[in-house]
């Protein structure tokens, strides 16, 4: 049986290819367009889009591994100050336990 194993990805920990330098940020946050324009300079696709409940959203993948960004706070505005690196994996016999250890482990990777 698989388990949906899945984990919020740093940004710098996962495009290790082409890391990003920090940059000013705006006040009130970013845009799902600022982001995904900055994938595109580093050469990652960016797909500009919304998800279910119409908030912002960028679909992207590094090394054959699709993520998303995934946008919090937004209250309505374009512009959010809450943003959520998600990638999704699947992996044979992963238990409740290993699960709770990696939990507690990792700062910024949750199961």
């Avoid at 194993?5 to 495009?15: I, K, P, Q, R, T």
Wanted: hydrophobic share 35%; glycine share 10%; with cysteine.
């Amino acid at each position: 049986m698989h388990k949906r194993l899945a984990l919020s990805v740093a940004l710098l920990g996962f495009m290790t290819a082409a890391p990003v330098m920090a940059r000013s940020l705006p006040d009130g946050g970013v845009t799902s367009q600022e982001v995904g324009s900055i994938l595109q300079e580093k050469g990652y696709k960016a797909q500009v889009t919304t998800d279910k409940d119409g908030d912002p959203m960028v679909r992207s993948a590094s090394g054959g591994v699709d993520f998303l960004v995934l946008y919090y706070e937004c209250k309505g505005k374009t512009r959010c100050p809450s943003i959520q690196f998600y990638a999704g994996f699947k992996k044979k016999g992963i238990t409740p336990a290993r699960i709770a250890e990696w939990n507690t482990k990792k700062r910024f990777g949750r199961a």
